[in-house]
């Protein structure tokens, strides 16, 4: 986990507690050494001062839009609850007092790691699909747009102006390219992509011309 606090006798109390549950710690004295460091893959999560010498720690938070920051943990040494209630409408796993109860941030920790995970999973799921999506034609995205508004063949190759065979043939090389076992599965493949029906596309190219 990453730990984030310009107060170093709190940065080596905290490491000490935290590594004694066996908890791998990087700490930082501000948001500008947080934000230079090249961030991990496998799961993890931020303890996160509210008041650092740089910047809040609600203003690193907003910063996380442009990148992906782990799930937060708030600590702060102030009860400001208009910071609190910001920090949790903002996505925050929890808001704690200083000092910290170690056993209270422990099962924060592990729920904010434990959402971490789900969050990478989901990610590399999404990313695999695009990789995928990326090998399809534009006539083949055309026809996985049909497939998703739920057009039958024949439907699907009159709005193309092709013939139902043709039709097949590219309904079966997107099956093939995104790796989907079955019509439903790449239903769902579709919609975790939020890639339109057919209807949907048409609107939006009206729109634009």
């Known amino acids: 986990m990453y730990l984030v606090d310009d107060e170093r006798c709190v940065r080596e109390a905290l490491t000490e507690m935290l590594e004694a549950f066996g ?8 948001a500008t050494e947080y934000l230079a ?3 991990e893959d496998e799961p993890w999560c931020v303890v996160l001062d509210m008041r650092l010498p740089d910047m809040s720690g609600l203003e690193l938070q907003c910063q ?19 910071s609190a209630v910001r920090a949790m409408r903002a996505g925050a ?5 200083k000092p910290v109860d170690p056993d ?11 959402r971490d995970r789900v ?6 799921e999404l990313d695999e699909l695009q990789r995928r999506y990326t090998r399809l034609t534009p006539r083949e995205r055309e026809v996985l747009s049909l497939v998703v508004g739920g057009l039958l063949n024949k439907q699907s190759a009159s709005v193309l102006g092709i013939s139902e065979i043709t039709l097949q ?3 079966s090389q997107v099956m093939r390219k995104m790796e989907a076992a079955s019509l439903a599965e790449l239903v769902r493949m579709a919609l975790k992509l939020r890639i339109q ?5 048409r609107f939006n190219h009206s729109n634009d011309s």
């Not at 209270?104 to 434990?114: D, G, H, K």
């Not at 969050?119 to 590399?124: D, G, L, S, T, V």
């Open 197 to 201: 029906d057919w209807r949907n596309e």
């Open 93 to 97: 796993i929890e808001f704690l007092m």
């Open 23 to 30: 908890m791998r710690v990087i700490s930082f004295a501000s």
């Open 64 to 82: 996380s839009k442009d990148f992906r920051m782990p799930p937060i943990i708030f600590i702060s040494g102030l009860a400001d609850i208009r």
């Open 169 to 171: 043939i590219h309904r």
């Open 104 to 114: 209270t941030l422990r099962r924060a920790i592990e729920t904010a790691i434990a």
């Open 37 to 39: 460091f090249i961030r």
């Open 119 to 124: 969050i990478k999973r989901r990610q590399a």
